[in-house]
């Protein structure tokens, strides 16, 4: 079956870095479109990135430029590197994929706070 597992979050200040990890299994993680989402108190989910299968990125106009989205297909680990970080960056953070069906992970939380 087909598990997401986010890692990585954590309290940072202001202008710092983190990086996220999502661990897969049960797809074919190099065919497969996988995406970070992120939810905020108050407000929809929305897309922080995504990759797909040909290398292909999208960004959220709000973090282009800070954010860098990646994987590595040898451990079928997707990583979101988050550089220059903001207090409006504070969020739960989501590996998706919708490989045959909608996958979410559990979410790992992200505090931008100094």
């Known amino acids: 079956q087909v598990q997401l597992v986010e890692s990585g979050g954590g309290l940072v200040q202001p202008g710092g870095s983190l990086r996220l990890s999502c661990e897969t299994s049960?797809?074919?993680?190099?065919?497969?479109?996988m995406s970070w989402f992120r939810q905020s108190l108050g407000k929809q989910r929305e897309l922080v990135a995504r990759?797909?299968?040909?290398?292909?990125?999208t960004y959220a106009e709000s973090v282009t430029g800070r954010f860098t989205i990646s994987k590595d297909k040898a451990k079928n680990t997707l990583y979101l590197q988050m550089d220059n970080l903001k207090p409006e960056d504070t969020a739960i953070y989501y590996c998706?994929?919708?490989?045959?069906?909608?996958?979410w992970g559990q979410g790992t939380q992200v505090t931008v706070s100094s």
């Open positions: 049960g797809l074919p993680f190099d065919f497969a479109t």
């Open positions: 990759v797909r299968r040909g290398g292909s990125t």
């Open positions: 998706f994929t919708n490989w045959g069906a909608d996958y």
